[in-house]
């Protein structure tokens, strides 16, 4: 491993542990020429599936990027930035275990709104909003419609506040 100080190519490990999730193993290391210490860590890299966007062009899945637009979604809304974490967590490890090697970005945009559907009612017409690009103000009754159980079965018990009729 190359020092980030002196440059040397040698160095040895002086302790190595693993990480809480057990997804990364951090070592302190020592230069064998300049004697100055540094840690680094190491973590599999896992490939993931090229996305192809509506326009056709290609771009590497980017778990911020997705993130962001979740956050986006939820802005002002009661929802933990941890579940959010892990609705991406979600989606990468299908997008893995698929071994497919593209995707399109609407297959990860629907996987996406049907997590948020659960969680948060408001965010997902939020996401589905910009994802779908609504063209006017029916569109997005009709979204709002198919979310929201009549009040008749509401009051009758047949289903619950948070669940989408069928």
């Known amino acids: 491993m190359k020092c980030p ?44 599936p090229l996305l192809v966007k509506k326009d056709g ?39 893995i275990d698929s071994a497919e090697k593209e995707v399109s970005s609407e297959k990860v945009g629907e996987r996406l709104m049907a997590h948020l559907r659960e969680l948060d009612p408001v965010a997902y017409v939020r996401f589905a909003s910009v994802y779908r690009q609504f063209k006017d103000i029916d569109e997005l009754r009709s979204e709002i419609e198919q979310l929201a159980p009549r009040k008749d079965e509401l009051e009758a018990g047949v289903v619950s506040p948070l669940v989408k009729p069928s």
Do not use: M, N, W
């Not at 979604?73 to 933990?80: E, G, S």
């Open 57 to 95: 062009r290609r771009e590497a899945f980017d778990r911020q990027k997705v993130l962001g637009g979740l956050r986006r979604a939820c802005d002002k809304r009661a929802v933990p930035l941890a579940r959010l974490e892990q609705i991406v967590d979600v989606i990468e490890r299908e997008l």
């Open 5 to 48: 100080f002196c440059q040397h190519l040698e160095s040895k490990v002086t302790d190595s542990r693993v990480g809480a999730a057990g997804d990364v193993t951090r070592r302190r290391r020592e230069c064998e020429a300049c004697g100055r210490r540094f840690t680094t860590y190491e973590r599999v890299e896992e490939v993931l």
